[in-house]
DNA sequence: AGGCTCATCGAAAAGGGTTTCGAGCACTTT
DNA sequence: AAAGTGCTCGAAACCCTTTTCGATGAGCCT
């Protein structure tokens, strides 16, 4: 099975668009990039013959003269991940129907082929660097000898000399009990995933921070382990066992949360009335498809994106000194069923 | 916060190292590739100076010359769906840690964006496009005047003069129930999403057809409406009331599966001992967190993915007349406890 | 010694566009 | 009539690399 069409050729060059307006080259390009020095009626006659003949520039040529080339890298280590992809997508926007293309890496975790994707894209003369982690522990830098602007999302650089966009997990954590303190509880929990990760411990940290703020007590140690439904179903009967008077929950994930849920359910234990429950992420196949649908946290990671792209925008080009430092991005609260009960 | 530091200056082009070196622009571009024509001891001059200055080629000069630049670009509607990350990582995958790199554009199912971003990648002269949608429904074609390949990946194109590579569907609705069979089930329903979806009425399809061809019936209705967990709860308690008999539900989606085993468990009955559950997408967050574990189907989209760019790698460059039509990718069943019980 | 081959190297063009600068020309001014 | 002014336009350089093909020189044969 062949279409037999073996493909259009590539349109004309300025050069056949200078021929057929029977103008040279030089005014040819001026015509169609609206520089002075040229006279109506020629422009006209060019750009009717780069209309006829379905002329585009070259951008291959072009970027190499103008040594800019209106593309970024954007270099992950974790595609799969659901983090990395409002990333992208605010990246994307921010750059805008703009000229911008983005050139998408996926260094698959190894750190030997993140350097041959490093390489590939400078040789490419990509004009600023996005690189993108899976978890908000700080990573490697890509060192300061890079020429082009790099900025590092997510996931942190370990250099104080990069710029860093990263959610503040800590505020985070506070949020989750200042949400549910306002809601009028004061037996709270925490339920988490892996202690090895930083998201974990800093959203503990905050957790702890708004309780002794409000002069609380966490209900029960912080509950360590992974970020799963099992996990949160179990750590869950552990806490009602030894702590059945608490009257709030705050989880360190919602796929935790989700767990918690189901396990509250069967206990017979009312959510929001007996028990209110909050997750983390705002993923939302798993918040709004919940029983009742899941209050949560969120990252704002789209915007991030955004912010990673406006920044490189900012100081592609430019030779002066770059920012450095690693900013805590705001984060957000999205209030649904589990922690207020619906009229 | 500032780093001071400016940036690195991009490194030596191929005339500095020729005159590091000692010798012609040509002699250097020879030694560095390898072509013959040039004396050991050059050669080993040549390299050295590259070495040294931190040569390494400018890809955008090499593209221009070459007339191929090693970039594809891919174009999808729909970021955020699950299924365009798959297919995009299988694609790097097949382009390999090799010299091809991505253009990602999103067009956020917009056509003017598309026809926009669709320029701007023949501005760049990619080699070839790969076209992403998000649903298995047919979508508009880019037409057949585009001078490099294009394949459809998820989404077919509505042109049978294109390639198209989708997931087969109908096979997978088969598969559903064949399972269901083999694991001694003859009661079957089927909760599906929204009817206005080909995915949703391929699959329907399939379960019909496997359900004729082992002489079985299904019992009551297909049940059409969305994609949720919620209907996948409502749907399974009418259907229990209707057909209590039932001993095995085949789902569209795994979040409607899941929606189905929240039911059966609030109505005791047990998975997979008195109702078999198979879902669809084995979108692991699900079936994996699941009470039990979720057998599912899965569309082996990074697969695809692999496919669609091994496809273009073949007919880049060449003028042949290209393959076309819609080709129906295997699915793969994946089997755990809410079909089968575990020992 | 002259003519030959062979290995090695470099000049130049090509790829497609942008920009600088000088040339040409019509028209005005003194 | 000579000089000056202002507007159009084009030649050529440039970006960086690859490739062709002709030039150079050394070494060998008769």
């Known amino acids: 099975m062949h279409s ?16 057929v307006a029977g103008v040279s080259l030089a005014t040819a390009s001026k015509a169609i ?25 070259n951008q291959l040529a072009r970027s190499l003269l103008a040594g800019r080339t209106h593309t970024v890298g954007l270099l992950t280590s974790d595609l799969e991940g659901r983090f990395v992809i409002p990333i992208l997508m605010g990246a994307e926007d921010a750059f805008g129907a703009g000229q911008v293309n983005v050139f998408l890496c996926d260094a698959r975790g190894d750190n030997i082929r993140e350097q041959h994707h490093l390489k590939a894209l400078l040789n490419r003369r ?8 899976r978890q908000t522990d700080p990573r490697p830098s890509l060192g300061q000898n890079v020429p082009v602007p790099v900025v590092y999302a997510y996931a942190p650089s370990e250099d104080p000399a990069d710029l860093s966009l990263t959610p503040d997990n800590e505020a985070g954590g506070r949020m989750l ?4 303190i306002s809601c009028g509880r004061t037996r709270i929990a925490h339920i988490t995933g892996d202690p090895a990760y930083a998201a974990a411990q800093d959203r503990a940290r905050g957790v702890h921070d708004a309780l002794a703020a409000a002069g609380l007590e966490l209900h029960g140690e912080v509950m360590f382990s992974d970020w799963s439904e099992r996990w949160g179903r179990d ?28 396990t509250l359910r069967d206990l017979g234990r009312q959510v929001p009335e007996d028990v209110a429950v909050i997750g983390y992420d705002n993923w939302e196949v798993l918040t709004t498809n919940a029983r009742p649908e899941l209050t949560s946290i969120d990252a704002n990671l789209q915007q991030l994106g955004r912010e990673a792209a406006r920044h490189l925008f900012k100081v592609m080009g430019t030779s002066e000194p770059r920012p450095a430092g690693t900013r805590y991005l705001p984060v957000r609260l999205v209030i649904r069923g589990s922690t207020i009960a619906r009229r």
């Not at 750009?47 to 003949?53: C, K, N, V």
């Not at 990509?126 to 982690?133: A, E, K, L, P, R």
Request: charged share 25%; hydrophobic share 45%; aromatic share 2%.
């Open 126 to 133: 990509v004009d600023g660097i996005i690189v993108v982690g």
């Open 4 to 19: 037999g069409q073996p493909a259009a050729p590539y349109p004309a060059t300025l050069n056949d668009v200078a021929k």
């Open 235 to 262: 750590a869950a009967a552990m806490l009602l066992e030894q702590h059945p008077e608490v009257d709030a929950i705050a989880c360190g994930s919602d796929q935790i949360a989700r767990g918690v849920l189901d």
């Open 33 to 57: 990039n609206g520089r002075g020095d040229v006279a109506e009626s020629t422009r006209k006659r060019v750009l009717d013959a780069a209309e006829r003949l379905g002329f585009t520039p």
């Open 177 to 180: 009990v200042e949400h549910l």
